[in-house]
């Protein structure tokens, strides 16, 4: 599952416990990608405040289908294929379709003959595909086709934030040999609620 150890739900105790207890299913399960910093729930309250804050918090001026999206563009270009699947599976959920959601996905990071991307999508993946891809060379000019398609900057800010949590959620994962074994996919908190709780 990983290649530290971790505590799981049944031998938590204390902060972790807590925690654990914000973010499991119903029947217990806890997405791996959370369980690796069992050893240290300080990283993973930070971990959860930043996913909920970018991801599933309101007001974010990207609808939940677009949010998705950078986010699989994101792990596409980091290679991560463990948040591919979790949020490809959210864009599903979103769209209603698992066909057109692999479509997105591989239009996100141009792997499509033909582009299903709407101009607006396809400028929120050229921003996050530079930005994950070569962010040294990142320069103003690069948010001028963001306005372009009605972005403002609290947009903009959202779209930055969504694109650097993949970049960290993608190195923790790759870094530590997160697997998606006994993982449940698409799973997200509600964004009407303030804890962390799955729908």
């Known amino acids: 599952m990983t290649w530290i150890k971790t505590i799981g739900v049944e031998e938590s105790s204390g902060p972790l416990k807590t925690l654990y207890s914000q973010v499991q299913t119903p029947d217990g399960h806890v997405d791996n990608v959370l369980k690796v910093h069992s050893l240290r729930p ?41 948040c591919v699947e979790h949020h490809r599976t959210g864009l599903a959920r979103h769209i209603g379709s698992e066909s057109e959601a692999r479509a997105l996905a591989d239009a996100a990071v141009g792997d499509a003959s033909e582009s299903v991307l709407a101009e607006r999508e396809q400028a929120l993946c050229d921003y996050a595909t530079k930005l994950t891809r070569a962010p040294g060379q990142m320069a103003e000019k690069d948010i001028e086709p963001l306005r372009a398609v009605g972005l403002d900057d609290a947009a903009i800010l959202d779209l930055n934030q969504i694109t650097a949590y993949f970049s960290y959620a993608n190195r923790t994962v790759l870094g530590l040999g997160v697997s998606l074994q006994g993982e449940r996919l698409g799973l997200h908190p509600d964004e009407k609620e303030k804890g962390f709780g799955h729908t």
């Open 42 to 82: 300080r990283t993973l309250q930070a971990h959860l405040t930043l996913y909920k804050a970018a991801m599933h918090s309101l007001p974010n001026a990207l609808s939940p289908r677009e949010r998705e999206l950078v986010g699989v563009c994101v792990s596409r270009w980091n290679g991560c294929d463990y």
